[in-house]
């Protein structure tokens, strides 16, 4: 039987860093358009959904009409409010209305615009066709890593090599893209279950807007 895919976007209204940052234009276009065009060209989706408690937000997703919008209650909505609880909440919601089963969650945050179409989907591909219960993106990190205690630095790592070519490369999550299986999400409310195919990005993909700064360079690379 053919596995159900869903893409959600949770797209709240709220920002601490930047107000409304979601439908704050790039290039000319809300943010969230980015995310929304490239899951509808993936042609990889079931059902596209954008969770959100902002009507601006819907409103610009009314112009296209293959994406579903579920209006998350305002305890879902909050600052300290878990991605997962809103995952969770659009598709009881698809069950409830729709009747429909998703086998598979897609989670696109709209603060990637750079995401490719091949990377959704490659996250596709690999729940579908592996042993893996979810996927994560990863991008490569080669940073000499520490904690401050009192103002004194200490490296986590204290034999790491100096030189930067030199250094074992590490791997942090890029929230560009995250695969979960339904069974997962619900059991654990989790993005990530106990095997976690690491799928990884690199260059523009891994671009993440929160601030101001993050807008301006990404313009720069639009227009370059």
Do not use: W
């Not at 296209?64 to 991605?83: A, F, G, Q, W």
């Not at 997962?84 to 009881?92: P, T």
């Not at 070519?165 to 106990?194: C, F, H, M, N």
Request: proline share 5%; hydrophobic share 35%.
């Amino acid at each position: 039987m053919k596995k159900k895919i869903v893409g959600i976007i949770p797209a709240r209204g709220g920002s601490k860093g930047v107000p409304k940052k979601n439908i704050k234009l790039l290039n000319d276009k809300p943010l969230i358009e980015y995310t929304i065009e490239s899951s509808i060209a993936s042609k990889v989706f079931d059902k596209i959904i954008v969770s959100t408690d902002c009507n601006q937000i819907a409103n610009i997703c009314n112009k296209y009409p293959s994406i579903d919008v579920v209006i998350r209650p305002h305890e879902l909505s909050m600052d300290n409010s878990k991605t997962e609880d809103a995952l969770i909440h659009a598709c009881d919601k698809l069950i409830e209305i729709d009747n429909f089963y998703p086998d598979y969650i897609i989670t696109l945050e709209p603060t990637s615009p750079f995401r490719s179409i091949n990377t959704i989907k490659s996250c596709v591909n690999v729940l579908i066709n592996s042993k893996y219960d979810s996927v994560a993106a990863v991008v490569e990190e080669k940073s000499v890593l520490g904690r401050v205690k009192n103002n004194t630095f200490y490296h986590i790592f204290p034999n790491e090599p100096r030189r930067r070519q030199d250094r074992e490369g590490l791997y942090k999550e890029s929230s560009t893209i995250y695969g979960t299986s339904i069974e997962v999400l619900k059991q654990k409310k989790s993005v990530l279950g106990d095997n976690v195919f690491a799928l990884i990005v690199a260059g523009i993909e891994t671009v993440d807007i929160n601030e101001p700064l993050d807008f301006e360079i990404a313009e720069l690379i639009m227009k370059k």
